[in-house]
């Protein structure tokens, strides 16, 4: 007599945890896998999958990035989106706009074009975006930047996406002579409000310089135009200025990080095909200063040599939080660092001439139930 078939819910749970196993950093594999039958979709369309899935795999994987040109008055939009492995349609903002930040699964636009003096924070997967009024007083100036930060103490930025936020907004007026202070503000989400300014006279000619901002604890730091960074405290709400390591006399090929503990600031910079990798650290004295951390020589792990039709200058574009990947850029080709595994790739995309390169880090997994939520197609590299 053959034994009694297993209880329905063992079964469920047995395919469950086969499910739970699906590559983060390919969504394609949720649609295949929902279309192998009516049990495989009702378990990925069970309301509890998703929080199961992002327990099981903690660090949210690299999906794709998004690209910010040069060009801030351009009638078209001027970022935009290149995916990894899956080809994900990211439901652009209706306006024109160029990102300043993406982190914890948001990006923060700043609008270009027609409209003037707005900001954004959109989650590009639902194609949700809140229109913030500008706190800026010369909304027109080149010289700003920002960030988009969960605002749950304690949060896993596992699945935050959709909870409150804060923004921390810097701007330089235009053509700054000395006699003008650069400025820092807060949006709250929950309060929906700017708070007042925060400012700090800079010398003539420094400014805040429209590159991606690094966040340590409560600490936000923005490059600026000369030999210097900005920092702002958020729990203080003030702003002060270190300097870069002593031997840099400018920050254009470099780029702020977050060093892998977390508790610590990175400037990275290449100079004659070397990258170097500074860390900010405590000394005994209990004083910050300038160590490095590391030196990589390109040469030896990809040839990026100068051609006909390039300088052959090559730029630290980006950083992806949480899993140390460097994205250098060049003028024919883009590459993904793996600081951990000393390995390269080389990007699909071969236009990375971009100003800046925002990682996109998030889980994408499809409701299945819902025709707001998109779903990702597969892709050839």
């Known amino acids: 007599m053959a034994p009694p078939p297993p209880p329905p819910e063992l079964i469920d749970d047995a395919i469950a945890e086969i499910l739970l196993r699906l590559p983060p950093d390919d969504p394609a594999c949720f649609v295949r896998a929902s279309l192998v039958c009516k049990l495989w979709r009702r378990i990925l369309s069970n309301p509890t999958f998703p929080d199961r899935y992002r327990e099981f795999h903690r660090t949210p994987p690299l999906l794709g990035f998004l690209g910010s040109n040069y060009s801030y008055c351009r009638a078209s939009k001027v970022s935009r989106f290149d995916p990894i492995t899956t080809r994900i349609h990211f439901l652009e903002p209706e306006f024109d706009c160029r990102a300043l930040d993406c982190r914890h699964g948001r990006v923060l636009f700043d609008m270009v074009g027609g409209t003037k003096g707005s900001l954004a924070v959109g989650d590009p997967i639902t194609g949700d975006h809140k229109l913030l009024a500008d706190p800026d007083p010369d909304p027109i100036s080149f010289y700003r930047s920002g960030v988009v930060l969960c605002a749950v103490d304690g949060c896993n930025h596992r699945g935050c996406h959709g909870g409150p936020f804060v923004v921390v907004f810097v701007s330089t007026p235009s053509n700054n002579d000395g006699t003008k202070g650069t400025r820092a503000w807060v949006y709250s989400s929950e309060t929906a409000a700017w708070s007042s300014p925060?400012?700090?006279?800079?010398?003539?000619?420094?400014?805040?310089?429209?590159?991606?901002?690094a966040h340590v604890g409560d600490q936000i730091y923005f490059l600026l135009t000369d030999t210097r960074i900005l920092k702002y405290d958020l729990g203080k709400h003030c702003l002060t200025t270190i300097c870069l390591p002593a031997m840099y006399t400018n920050c254009h090929r470099g780029s702020l990080m977050t060093m892998d503990d977390g508790s610590s600031l990175g400037f990275v910079v290449i100079e004659d095909s070397t990258l170097h990798l500074w860390a900010r650290k405590v000394n005994l004295d209990g004083?910050?200063?300038?160590?490095?951390?590391?030196?990589?020589?390109?040469?030896?792990?990809?040839?990026?040599?100068?051609?006909?039709?390039?300088?052959?200058?090559?730029?630290?574009?980006?950083?992806?939080?949480g899993v140390d990947i460097l994205l250098l850029g060049e003028d024919a080709s883009g590459y993904m660092f793996d600081l951990k595994s000393g390995q390269f790739k080389k990007l699909s995309n071969p236009e990375y001439h971009y100003y800046d390169v925002f990682p996109y880090l998030s889980f994408f997994i499809p409701d299945f139930g819902s025709r707001k939520s998109p779903l990702p197609v597969e892709t050839k590299q």
């Not at 925060?198 to 991606?212: E, F």
């Not at 910050?288 to 040469?299: F, G, I, T």
């Open 287 to 321: 004083s910050m200063a300038w160590v490095q951390d590391r030196v990589v020589l390109l040469n030896n792990l990809v040839p990026i040599i100068p051609t006909a039709h390039t300088h052959g200058l090559v730029n630290v574009i980006g950083f992806a939080e």
């Open 198 to 213: 925060a400012s700090l006279q800079l010398p003539k000619g420094s400014s805040v310089y429209k590159k991606r901002g």
